[in-house]
């Protein structure tokens, strides 16, 4: 978690006389899985890089609900510690009945967290709230218009689709909700929400460095990671928490080199280590630099969790992922995504991993060009957009499309200092 429920990001005003007025922008996460976390950091970094004087705060959906971590102290462990630990054991069998009876009990408590919120907001006071979870949108507009009436509410769905009923777009009508495709494009629409308070961006988000060229020696690189750099590269990455399931594509694939990211799974990392290969591979823990090692690779192997995805793509990847009973209920349109567009080649279990990677790479000229077609600034797109509806109170920006900020081109640039590797 954040090391504070609230990170003050923005510029400091030193003098109001000489400074326009700061607009706080809170945007709410929590810690379930990674993507949350990491949509709210790419979205702060943007912001960051904007002239705007805003101050964007980064808050911790948990943090606001059990700022003391009662239940942490008496259960010994985070509330999404248990999710998290299921996704890296592979325990994802029965989620969409699971995610049900979640959602009763978050209705079961609503009142209690609308207060609770309430009570927040009022004491902090944002200009604008920007949620990066599903699931309590609902409890989190009612609580901001009961304490800050007219303070803007967007959803920024870090998933490709919605997967309903009420899990991102549960929220009443005055909630304005950002799309990465036009499916969720399609649901929103479908559920009633008006076409100004649906806003279409480019793809999902990812952070801002993806944007920054990043030089580096190629052939230094394989050779630091002991790998070949005359051999084809598959990189394997199942989010931060890891897979179990990626000591089985690496058994299936002990001829093809690998780098292989297991995230904070340290048991996984040690049994990949101890695994016999009959071509070079990398074992890493958690690591920054997902960039540096995707860009080595040829192809990119993993579930079909938005982020990656993303990242892999936009570095030109072709992509194989799975979808079958274990994959997550709220990630299976992403692995129909890929296959439609023709982005890499969706498996039904690991068993058919070899052939995938044979296909791939014998295609893949085919995928990169496909690949290749993609244009995502989503996270230069959607700070646009809150500006747009600060500057609109009533909400009336934009009829739905995609979203195609001037100044795109120049906050990339201008990031290039900014993020320097």
């Known amino acids: 978690m954040d090391s504070a429920p609230q990170e003050r990001i923005g510029r400091e ?5 000489l400074n326009p007025p700061v607009t706080t922008v809170d945007l709410v996460y929590f810690n379930c899985g990674g993507g949350h976390r990491a949509a709210a950091h790419a979205l702060r970094a943007s912001l960051a890089s904007r002239p705007d004087p805003w101050q964007v705060r980064c808050i911790d959906f948990v943090d ?30 029965g989620l969409a009945q699971e995610l049900k009876m979640w959602q009763g009990i978050v209705r079961l408590a609503h009142a209690p967290i609308v207060r609770r919120l309430e009570a927040h907001w009022r004491r902090t006071r944002p200009d604008i709230v920007v ?13 901001l218009n009961r304490a800050l009436p007219g303070v803007p509410f967007v959803t920024v769905l870090t998933d490709m689709a919605d997967h309903p009923p009420a899990f991102w777009m549960d929220a009443p009508r005055g909630q304005h909700i950002v799309c990465g495709t036009s499916r969720a494009v399609e649901q929103a629409r479908g559920l009633g929400h008006a076409a100004t308070h649906v806003h279409a961006t480019s793809g999902m988000i990812i952070h801002p ?50 780098i292989l990211m297991c995230g904070h799974h340290l048991p996984l990392a040690a049994k990949l280590k101890a695994q016999r290969s009959k071509a070079p591979r990398a074992v890493l823990g958690f690591t920054p630099e997902v960039r540096r090692h995707l860009q080595l690779a040829d192809l990119f192997i993993g579930k079909p969790g938005p982020g990656s995805l993303t990242e892999a793509l936009h570095l030109g990847l072709p992509t194989i992922t799975t979808r079958n009973a274990w994959t997550m209920p709220q990630e299976r349109f992403n692995a129909e995504w890929v296959r439609d567009n023709g982005l890499g ?16 790479l014998g295609r893949l000229d085919e995928f ?48 290039r200092s900014r993020y320097t590797v």
């Not at 008496?74 to 325990?91: C, H, M, Q, S, T």
């Not at 949620?131 to 609580?143: D, F, G, K, T």
Request: aromatic share 6%; proline share 7%.
């Open 131 to 143: 949620s990066l979870i599903p699931n309590v949108n609902l409890a989190l507009q009612e609580s």
């Open 64 to 93: 606001v609900l059990d700022p003391l971590g009662h239940f942490e102290r008496v259960a010994g462990f985070a509330p999404e510690d248990i999710y998290n630990k299921r996704l890296a054991r592979g325990w994802t069998l």
């Open 13 to 17: 005003v030193r003098n109001p006389r």
């Open 209 to 258: 460095d993806f944007y920054v060229p990043l030089p580096f020696d190629r052939a230094a690189e394989f050779e630091r990671l002991g790998l070949d750099p005359s051999r084809p590269t598959g990189a394997v990455m199942f989010g931060g928490q890891g897979s179990m399931a990626m000591a089985k594509i690496a058994r299936e694939l002990s001829d093809v080199q690998l």
């Open 368 to 415: 990169r060009a496909r690949v290749g077609l993609l244009d995502n600034t989503a996270v230069f797109e959607v700070p646009t957009l809150l500006a747009r509806i600060l500057a609109s109170r009533d909400g009336r920006v934009c009829e739905t499309a995609r979203i195609s900020p001037p100044d795109a081109r120049v906050v990339t640039k201008g990031l």
């Open 345 to 360: 080649v969706v498996i039904g279990s690991v068993a058919k991993i070899r052939p995938a990677v044979d296909e791939v």
